[in-house]
């Protein structure tokens, strides 16, 4: 499997940014798919979660402001982030499941200035 996981950037706080991630070399509509970050000086942690059907789950720290969604036709998924605080900085990566191992993307950087 590869991701690729696309859309950070710099953002003032209360603005909003969407992180794209494509997927090859899987069947795409049959994995579930999950968004994590890793703050600076912190654990990676999870942030949304979409499964194969679309059903979604989301972290306390993002619900109400992260949308997590994914387009099968496309093989991809999307996080679209608003309300965007300086603690939601982090680096994000698209990650699934193959295998019976974690599979990470290269991850792409975002910072919120508040």
């Known amino acids: 499997v590869q991701l690729q996981a696309s859309g950070g950037g710099l953002v003032q706080a209360g603005g909003y940014l969407r992180l794209s991630c494509t997927a090859s070399?899987?069947?795409?509509?049959?994995?579930?798919m999950a968004w994590y970050r890793q703050p600076p000086g912190q654990e990676r942690e999870l942030v949304a979660s979409?499964?194969?059907?679309?059903?979604?789950t989301y972290a306390n720290s993002v619900k109400g402001r992260f949308i997590i969604f994914r387009d099968n036709a496309g093989d991809a998924v999307y996080l679209q982030m608003n309300s965007l605080k300086p603690e939601d900085t982090a680096v994000y990566y698209c990650?699934?499941?193959?295998?019976?191992?974690?599979?990470w993307g290269q991850g792409t950087q975002v910072t919120v200035s508040s």
């Open positions: 070399r899987i069947m795409f509509r049959a994995y579930d």
């Open positions: 979409v499964t194969s059907d679309g059903g979604t």
């Open positions: 990650s699934t499941v193959d295998r019976g191992l974690r599979r």
